[in-house]
């Protein structure tokens, strides 16, 4: 299994393809990882490797490393497009993740006022009103919507509790009144020898009708970049990426696609 940690709290600059020069903050362990999705593809691995040993930093840490990094990149002459929360799990867990935001904002204007300050999340705690109110602060809330079908939405995302479903987070979603981003991992394949394919006509016409209801300001799509911690699932081409994304464009929705 394929298994990319971050070992840091605050991390990079690195290049990311949809974001540009991104310095990370990784609210998870620096050694293991924690979410509430477990998804087949991702990058930092499954959550059978457990949760590692060094804990989650506490918000003072973050604004330390966080404003020691930044002086040093301004510094150095280094520009930053985006400050990204992302990293070994699902920053929103977080229970300090509101506090943090407003420092990362507070820290941003300071140093790199032209920067954006983006959320990568999952969505599952969206329905919390401290992380509602953190993401609607950030400049790119891009929270994560796979599947509007639960069958798939089980089998690729596998939520850690059996209580999350598509329409629960298609309604928190809505909540934004269209200030959020919509990103949709576009993959095949199987798992355990049961196929995996957000891809078919069934699959685009559900996402479409839940982007529909969602409004977001974009939808990214994006597909297999690196190893995956399932290694029976393919990366979708870019012509038929590009075809799915004629689909949606065609319900009125603005595609970013990152194939
Ligand atoms: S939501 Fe993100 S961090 Fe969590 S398992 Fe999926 S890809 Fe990994």
Do not use: W
Not at 166 to 183: M, S, T, W
Not at 186 to 201: A, F, L
Not at 225 to 250: G, H, V, W, Y
């Amino acid at each position: 299994m394929q298994t990319v940690l971050f070992h840091e709290t605050i991390f990079g600059p690195i290049h990311s393809r949809r974001l540009g020069t991104s310095l990370g903050i990784n609210l998870m362990p620096r050694d293991g990882k924690v979410c509430s999705f477990d998804c087949l593809y991702c990058e930092a691995g499954y959550n059978a490797q457990g949760n590692g040993t060094t804990g989650i930093p506490r918000h003072a840490e973050v604004k330390k490393q966080l404003s020691a990094k930044l002086k040093q990149l301004k510094a150095e002459g280094v520009n930053i497009d985006v400050i990204t929360f992302s990293g070994n799990g699902e920053p929103t867990l977080h229970p300090e993740f509101k506090t943090i935001v407003h420092d990362t904002l507070t820290l941003r204007n300071h140093y790199f006022p032209e920067a954006k300050v983006c959320v990568l999340s999952n969505a599952t705690m969206a329905s919390r009103p401290s992380v509602a109110e953190a993401l609607k602060m950030v400049d790119c809330n891009i929270l994560k919507l796979d599947s509007a079908i639960y069958r798939t939405f089980k089998r690729l995302n596998r939520p850690v509790s059996p209580n999350v479903l598509p329409e629960g987070i298609i309604d928190d979603l809505k909540q934004f009144d269209g200030r959020c981003i919509v990103q949709t991992m576009m993959v095949r394949g199987e798992h355990d020898g049961e196929p995996v394919d957000n891809t078919t006509d069934e699959e685009i016409d559900a996402l479409i009708a839940a982007y529909t209801e969602i409004r977001p300001q974009e939808v990214m799509l994006y597909t297999i970049d690196r190893p995956t911690p399932e290694r029976n699932l393919q990366k979708i081409s870019p012509e038929e990426m590009q075809r799915i994304a004629a689909r949606i464009e065609a319900a009125g929705i603005k595609v970013q696609v990152n194939a």
